[in-house]
């Protein structure tokens, strides 16, 4: 199998822009990848979209559209998601695994999920429900607008939980300009269990105190208790974002799983 092409979903509050140094140094290794911009994060000038709120469905919906794309193109492709980004991600898998596509007479298709300190709910949950699980003390103060929309309302003590391991000013700043994230995604329940399809990669963040690592193993032991297969686990020492704290690990372990789905199919 040649080099696959890598889909990367973003977390709540979060635009391609934040993931852009991690993607750019992925590229430069001869790989195709791209993040994308979900339904239900709000423009990068803070606003929320105009209309329905979109749900978590449509997150999903987007992004197997994405998928997609690439399988009706030949393409095997290596779907990475991070925190919030992992409930949509996990959703959309349906219909779209390599092996399901060429029982059907076609090429390509997805290979590998892999989630970096992500949720990841069983079946009825929602991402509300496994936030949840975090300390009182580590719960961050998400508002909602008149519309729906949520916003960070202490950047502050948001970026003490997300980004502690790089200067809170730094950290604050990154926080306030964060766009809105749609209410509705966080009470969508999962329907699809879709990491029972694919081999799944995880990338636990061993100091994340926005989704603590107890949350995130349990999160492992679903995904192995659904499929019936180990998961293959990367722990670093990083915080709940470490695409901006430990950028060169995430690179790293992009590229590794990248290439442990090309050795999969050799």
Request: hydrophobic share 40%; net charge negative.
């Amino acid at each position: 199998m040649s080099k696959p092409s890598i889909i990367l979903v973003t977390g709540s509050f979060s635009t391609p822009e934040y993931y852009a140094d991690v993607v750019n140094a992925v590229a430069a290794q001869g790989f195709e990848i791209k993040a994308i911009h979900m339904p239900s994060v709000g423009p990068s000038s803070g606003k929320g979209r105009e209309g329905v709120l979109p749900t978590m469905y449509d997150d999903a919906s987007f992004i197997a559209q994405e998928v997609g794309k690439l399988a009706d193109q030949g393409k095997h492709v290596v779907l990475v998601a991070h925190s919030y980004g992992g409930v949509p991600a996990t959703q959309s898998v349906k219909g779209l695994p390599a092996t399901e596509r060429q029982k059907q007479g076609k090429s390509g298709g997805l290979v590998r999920l892999a989630y970096m300190s992500c949720l990841v709910p069983a079946v009825g949950a929602t991402a509300a429900s496994v936030l949840g699980q975090a300390p009182p003390d580590q719960t961050i103060d998400i508002r909602v607008d008149e519309t729906g929309w949520m916003y960070q309302g202490n950047p502050a003590a948001t970026a003490g939980i997300i980004v502690q391991n790089i200067p809170l000013e730094r950290g604050e700043a990154l926080v306030r300009s964060m766009p809105k994230h749609s209410s509705a995604s966080f009470g969508s329940e999962l329907t699809y269990p879709g990491y029972k399809d694919v081999p799944v990669s995880y990338l636990l963040c061993e100091e994340d105190r926005c989704i603590p690592p107890e949350v995130q193993k349990e999160g492992i032991d679903i995904i192995e208790k659904a499929s019936g297969n180990k998961v293959d686990v990367t722990s670093i020492k990083a915080d709940h974002c470490p695409m901006e704290s430990s950028k060169q690990e995430v690179i790293d372990w992009l590229v590794s799983v990248a290439e442990r789905a090309m050795a999969d199919a050799a």
